[in-house]
């Protein structure tokens, strides 16, 4: 009797552990998504789940973050970065399954706040505010804060740097910068009441919360590198993960993406392995610049 009954413990116990092992698998993957994704990816995720019944979840942050965690483990099946270098340089340490695809080009942007600010720059000095912050700052007339993510691991920070080196604006800025962990963050730090503004993705200032309280001018292509965004599946990738990477690729993706700033893969750039991605010359690293 006693044998029998450790014998139904096993198998219950055996079953649980099926019944467990099974939930786990079913659980939908974790997505490693760059912050400038952030407006647009619910969108995409919907419209995949609309099509194939899959969910999807979803960590946002700054792509170098990301490539950290990966390094260490992270349970990501699908690494959509701001950068593709930090793909490239994951895959070539064995991270991912191979180099994947660019998704998106992405664009930078001045964003102020619609109220109690000054006059919106135009298109042909898109950093006015920002030389009138510096002036101010100087002249002791305040300290408005001009906000840019962190251009140590996020690539929107890095295109922010480099558009402040092409005006020569990046010393002269230095007691007035605020940095965001990811362009998310910069963002709600560009809009908040001691701010000037900040220079932060398109793609989150097209975003309706933000559209609502902000308004924005492109900064020009050429003023930093281009914002090349790649993806890669994680080595050990699920169905689901693979099937929302290959849907990535598809029109109606490129139609969803676009309608947030991001121009399609195949729009005016060349690829990182050509050794100087703009087309026609492009964006240089300026003499003292920061890399």
Known sequence: ?????????RVLLLGLTLL????????PP?????????AVFPHLAEAFRDETGESLRVN????????????????????????????LALHEAGHLED??????????????RKEEQGRLPGEEAPLMA???????????EGRSRIALANPEHAPYGVAARQALVHEGLWESTAPLRVLGESVAQATRFALSADARGGLVAWSQALAPPVAARGEFVMV????????VQRMALVKGAGDTAR??????????ARTILADYGFRAADDGFRAADDGFRAAGGGYRLAEGEPR
């Not at 990301?66 to 593709?84: H, K, N, T, V, Y």
């Not at 099937?243 to 109606?252: G, I, K, S």
């Open 1 to 9: 009797m006693q044998s029998l009954t450790r014998s139904g413990c």
């Open 20 to 27: 467990f092992s099974t939930v786990a698998l079913a659980r």
């Open 30 to 38: 974790i997505v490693a998504a760059a912050s400038s994704l952030q």
């Open 60 to 87: 946002f942050g700054s792509s170098g973050n990301f490539r950290r965690q990966i390094e260490q483990g992270a349970p990501f099946e699908l690494f959509l970065s701001a950068d593709e270098a930090y793909v």
């Open 99 to 112: 180099t994947g695809e660019v998704y998106a080009v992405g664009r930078l942007v001045w964003l102020q």
């Open 130 to 140: 920002v030389r009138e912050a510096v002036a101010a700052h100087s002249n002791g």
């Open 220 to 227: 020009p292509a050429d003023w930093h590198q281009p914002l």
């Open 243 to 252: 099937a929302f990477y290959a849907w990535l690729q598809r029109e109606e």
